[in-house]
Nanobody, 120 residues
């Protein structure tokens, strides 16, 4: 079993900040790429940022300069620091991780999502 649990969402005014966390636990050997996605009402889920096990990160243009992805490999946790939030950042934010399992193989797992609402 692998558990992926996000936290840190909430309601914030435009211009404010939030920090999301995603903790991974269970029968895993290691975690490869970790990423944050978001899905706004009526829209498809989209990528926000990813980070490799070595710490190389990628941010989409829509969040670049405002959001920062990071990870703590010792804690099997990935973070998304979100600054200068805009109403259009309102969405459910999901964590996706690529895990190497003890039973063999690499699998993708999603968290349950955490709501971020930015008021104008």
């Amino acid at each position: 079993q692998v558990q992926v649990v996000e936290s840190g969402g909430g309601l914030v005014q435009a211009g404010g900040s939030l920090r999301l966390s995603c903790a991974v636990s269970g029968s895993i050997i290691s975690i490869n790429d970790m990423g944050w996605y978001r899905q706004a009402p009526g829209k498809q889920r989209e990528l926000a940022a990813t980070i490799t096990s070595g710490g190389s990160s990628y941010h989409t243009d829509s969040v670049k300069g405002r959001f920062t992805i990071s990870r703590d490999n010792a804690k099997n946790t990935v973070y998304l620091q979100m600054n200068s939030l805009k109403p259009e950042d309102t969405a459910v934010y999901y964590c996706k991780v690529s895990c190497v399992r003890y039973r063999g193989g690499t699998y993708q797992y999603w968290g349950q999502g955490t709501q971020v609402t930015v008021s104008s």
